[in-house]
């Protein structure tokens, strides 16, 4: 079992930076792929950013490339993901996902297994 806690969320202007980061606990997480999803009121969850297990590889949405960036320290089984230049438009709850399946990186919410509790991101104008 996997146990995933998302912190870093809050209120910020737009421009502005915030750092999220997903502790994860369990054996073997360390080996696991990765991502960070988003869910803004009314609409579906979408992926972000996902990781793969060595912190090789990494995939990106159009909407954050450029402006995120998805790292993670093995040692301490955590994930990050560093927003520059936020939007108004990336408020919603930010989730943290993980599935051991670490073949190949993975963008659909149905290939995680285990999820975090979500944090607020919210961005003023």
């Known amino acids: 079992q996997v146990q995933l806690v998302e912190s870093g969320g809050g209120l910020v202007q737009a421009g502005g930076s915030l750092r999220l980061s997903c502790a994860s606990s369990g054996r073997t997480s360390g080996s696991y792929v990765m991502g960070w999803f988003r869910q803004a009121p009314g609409k579906y969850r979408l992926i972000v950013a996902a990781i793969n297990w060595s912190g090789s590889s990494a995939y990106y949405a159009a909407p954050v490339k450029g402006r995120f960036t998805i790292s993670r320290d093995n040692a301490k089984t955590t994930v990050y993901l560093q927003m520059n230049s936020l939007k108004p438009k990336d408020t919603a709850v930010y989730y943290c996902?993980?599935?051991?399946?670490?073949?190949?990186?993975?963008?659909?919410?149905?290939?995680?297994?285990?999820w975090g509790q979500g944090t607020q991101v919210t961005v003023s104008s």
């Open positions: 996902a993980a599935t051991p399946d670490n073949t190949r990186l993975r963008i659909s919410k149905y290939e995680y297994t285990y």
